[in-house]
């Protein structure tokens, strides 16, 4: 008897085209493992693909959705990283397991899962054993599905990359899954946080987790510079890119880091050559990150309790309300229980 799933397929580009829909359930092979998943947490970039494709040649129906947290099911007979009932969650960039990315200058690396690779939103998925990572022991599977991008990223930023110490400024801008992660990890390794956002209320949310300086979006700039004595941010997570990262050069420490991390504000970056040439400041893209380092990440939330900002949890039948919800711009992040 065939075994069916089900799942959240796109039929066509625009999210007036996901529908539910089965598809068979493949037995793992070779190293494959088969997962029943638990959760799906949603990013940003989940949204521009649903509505875009983001340029990738998608294949109908596709299931979208590259974060989420599940049981090992069955493993095939060359599997050796994980065995039946182990709880695990997806890597984002799959074939990326540590060093440089893959690709090349001609053709940089995109191969994600709910892009080029299959997406997750699906109650079983069957992928290579490589594709996934233990799940932290402290966290539900909602709050582990969170980990794969948005937590990476901003661990990968802060931490892999950025070296953070305690007692250095971090800036965050935003609010939303990336950026919440961004403050937890920032406060539980001894950084004083700045954060802004055009909401009121949703800085005093951050507030209430840690944030030590809020700033309305308009004229932060000058707020930090006199909060810290025109010395600067030693960190700025810029989840906006476009126009804003102009901003950033102007908050930036000399010698400081830049992250660049989303494009809510355009995907062309502009700002004065001046203050970069002057201050010198590091500018590092960041595409999420490797499974070594989420191997790492994991490790952390473990042993210093870190805790994933959820705004609100759907059930699986609730997909275009999670959507919708994403689109309206969350504090933190939304998650699908299955």
């Known amino acids: 008897m065939v075994r069916t799933t089900r799942q959240w397929q796109l039929s066509a580009l625009g999210p007036g085209n996901l529908a539910q829909g089965t598809a068979e359930v493949v037995s793992p092979v070779g190293s494959e493992v088969l997962v029943r998943t638990e959760a799906v947490s949603l990013n940003y970039r989940d949204k521009l693909v649903v509505e875009t494709g983001m340029g990738l040649a998608l294949r109908f129906p596709f299931v979208p959705a590259s974060d989420m947290a599940g049981v090992v099911e069955a493993v095939g007979p060359q599997a ?9 969650i997806s ?5 990326w397991i540590d060093g ?3 690709g090349n200058a001609r053709t940089p690396p995109y191969r994600a899962l709910g892009g080029a690779s299959p997406g997750v939103l699906s109650e ?23 980990l794969p991008c948005a937590g990476l990223t901003a661990w990968f930023a802060l931490i892999e990359q950025g070296k953070l110490q305690a007692g250095e400024r971090v800036l965050i801008k935003g609010t939303g899954g990336v950026a919440m992660f961004g403050l937890a990890i920032a406060k539980a390794y001894g950084a004083e946080v700045f ?3 055009s909401s009121a209320a949703k800085l ?17 700039v000058e707020t930090v510079l006199e909060i810290t004595g025109d010395d600067g941010i030693d960190h700025v ?20 880091r830049i992250s660049v991390i989303g494009v809510l504000e355009g995907f062309d970056l502009s700002g004065p050559a001046g203050l970069l040439l002057l201050k010198s400041p590091v500018v590092q893209g960041i595409g999420v990150g490797h499974r070594r380092a989420l191997e790492d990440f994991v490790r952390a939330i473990d042993a210093k309790g870190l805790k994933p900002v959820i ?14 919800h994403l689109d309206r711009g969350p504090f933190g992040k939304v998650v699908i229980t299955f």
Do not use: C, I, N
């Open 100 to 102: 440089k990315p893959l």
């Open 311 to 324: 705004d609100r949890r759907y059930g699986f039948d609730a997909v275009p309300d999670a959507f919708a």
């Open 195 to 197: 954060v802004t956002s």
């Open 204 to 220: 005093t949310r951050a507030k209430a987790l840690g944030a030590d300086h809020l700033l309305m979006r308009e004229g932060w």
């Open 91 to 95: 890597t984002f960039s799959p074939m």
């Open 80 to 88: 050796s990283r994980f065995k039946v009932g182990d709880r695990v």
């Open 237 to 256: 997570l810029d989840l906006a890119g476009g126009e804003g990262f102009a901003q950033s050069l102007a908050a930036v420490a000399v010698g400081g």
């Open 124 to 146: 079983m998925v069957t992928f290579p054993e490589d594709w996934f990572s233990h799940a932290p022991e402290t966290l539900d599977a909602a709050e582990a599905s969170t």
